[in-house]
């Protein structure tokens, strides 16, 4: 089984930066891929970013462009990390991490909440 736990939401102004980390433990090996997804209010749960275990990332169109939201891992720390400059009220939501199998198989942490004044 892997665990996930997530954390370095919070407060922020618009125009401010957090770095959210995701950190991964026990069946580690097993995973393939792993993405943040958010949801805010209202709404349903999205995707944010994906990294593999090749350090492919990619993004979803909503972020694309946005050139200060980028995730990335360190293998030394079992940690991805997702970090958002320039963050928005729109970004508000409560971010997820995942962590997937080549199955296709996720798992899922618990959340951090983001929360972005105007």
């Known amino acids: 089984q892997v665990q996930l736990v997530e954390s370095g939401g919070g407060l922020v102004q618009a125009g401010g930066s957090l770095r959210l980390s995701c950190l991964a433990s026990?069946?580690?090996?097993?995973?393939?891929?792993m993405g943040w997804y958010r949801q805010a209010p209202g709404k349903q749960r999205e995707l944010v970013a994906r990294?593999?275990?090749?350090?492919?990332?990619?993004?979803a169109d909503s972020v694309k462009g946005r050139f200060a939201i980028s995730i990335s891992r360190d293998v030394t720390k079992n940690t991805v990390y997702l970090q958002m400059n320039s963050l928005k009220p729109e970004d508000t939501a409560v971010y997820y991490c995942a962590a997937f199998k080549s199955s296709g198989f996720g798992v899922w942490g618990q959340g951090t909440r983001v929360t972005v004044s105007s």
């Open positions: 026990g069946s580690i090996f097993s995973i393939n891929s």
């Open positions: 990294i593999t275990s090749g350090d492919t990332t990619m993004y």
